[in-house]
Structure formats: C-alpha cells, structure tokens
C-alpha cells in the first residue's frame, strides 16, 4: 500500500494568449509609433563604443545611442561579443498536438494546465491547452535541461524518440482519451537561467545597453509588460 498526496491550484479567471495574434498587434503597434522593423536579418557582430553602438547584420550597419539584445536562445552569444557571459542555457522543447475527445476537452470544459508527476527519483513537468476548432490537445514537457546550440539543433520533430514517446506516456497514463493520432508536432527553445527567473538590467560597462534574456520558458505572459 502507497499512499499519493496530489495538490491542485486552479484558476478560473484564467485566460489562454495565442501567441501570433499578439505579435502581429506588437508589430502593428510598434511599426504605428515610428519603429522600423526588419525580419531574417541575422546579426554578425556588435561593436560597443562609449555612447553609441554598432550592430553588423547580414542586410547591413545599424548605429544606435542604445541597444536592447533580446534575442531568446542566441541572447548568450550577442552578449559574448559585448563582453558579457550569461549564465544562461538554450534548451530543446518539443511540443505536439493530439487528437482528443472534443467533447471532454474542448476549451469550453477544459483548462490549460501545468503538472508535474514522478519521474524516477525525480519530477517530470508537463503543460498543455485544451483543443480550439479541432486542432487537437497541445501538450509539452518543460523540464528538459540538455544544452543545445541554437545555430545547429535539429528542429524536425521526431528525430529524437522521446519528441512524442514522452508526450504520450504523459496522455495514456493521466489524459487517455487525449492520446490519440498525433496531428502535429514542432520544436520549440527555452534559454534558461540557474533560478528561471528573468535577466532584465543595463551592460555593467556600457549602460546604454540593456539585455532582457534567459526568460526560461514563461515569458509570453509578460511579455506586455517587460515590453
């Protein structure tokens, strides 16, 4: 005889972001407010000078007075070439939508969720949301630490076995009746810190440059305000 102690924190005024929708309006409301913006432009290098900053890109020179890098997994080596070292680490994530009984967990019956359950001597962390229209449950597990290189990380889902094998263990043993054909899958990156709290300040020695990185997985939810 065992006994399991399961605790629960529910919140119903809770409410689901989706995620492109709220960059477009970003991008609509920065581009409104004079910014200029530029997309698929690789950055090559940064000169920091004493007031001003050089950003070497592939399309290009951009100078500057300031400087924000936010740049998720490669923030650790945009800083590098300002002389800082971030004690932070890119992860691969994998994330995968399954066909489920839309009845039971269709968005209106059904919550996001964050749960953590044994795993060997340890604790596994799932997350998901329920199934919008069809598109199935999204399910992921947030607790992977190996580090990878963004540059370099295979992203085609399922070239490693556990991309799904992990997912779905987690459905047939706590969400059976999500556990069906797998509709899509795709990798994701965290840049995590040693705490998983957020590193938001100005470079030591170049004040005009701020970083905001390492924001370790749950960073959409503010991303209105750390904006």
């Known amino acids: 005889m065992f006994q399991i102690t399961i605790a629960v924190f529910f919140e119903p005024d809770s409410g689901i972001l989706f995620s492109e929708n709220c960059m477009q309006a970003y991008k609509e409301l920065a581009i409104h407010h004079g910014a200029e913006v530029s997309f698929n432009n690789p950055i090559k290098d940064i000169e920091a000078y004493e007031d001003t900053v050089k950003v070497i890109s592939e399309k290009g020179l951009f100078t500057s007075d300031k400087l924000i890098i936010s740049a998720g997994s490669w923030c650790g080596k945009l800083a590098d070439k300002v002389g800082l070292k971030l004690p932070i680490v890119p992860t691969r994530q994998p994330v995968a939508w399954f066909e489920a009984n839309e009845a039971l967990f269709n968005s209106n019956v059904f919550p996001a969720f964050m749960v953590e359950v044994p795993a060997g001597d340890t604790r596994a962390i799932y997350y998901g949301f329920p199934t919008f229209n069809g598109c199935g449950v999204k399910v992921g597990r947030h607790d992977y630490v190996h ?25 047939n043993q706590f969400m059976p009746e999500a556990s069906g054909p797998l509709k899509n899958g795709m990798i994701c990156l965290y840049t995590r810190t040693p705490d998983g709290h957020f590193i938001i300040d100005k470079h030591p020695g170049y004040p005009h440059i701020s970083i905001a990185a390492g924001f370790s997985g749950h960073d959409f939810k503010f991303a209105s305000a750390v904006g």
């Open 147 to 171: 580090a990878i290189d963004p540059d370099t990380m295979n992203r085609e889902f399922g070239t490693d076995e556990n991309d799904e094998g992990h997912l779905r263990e987690f459905l």
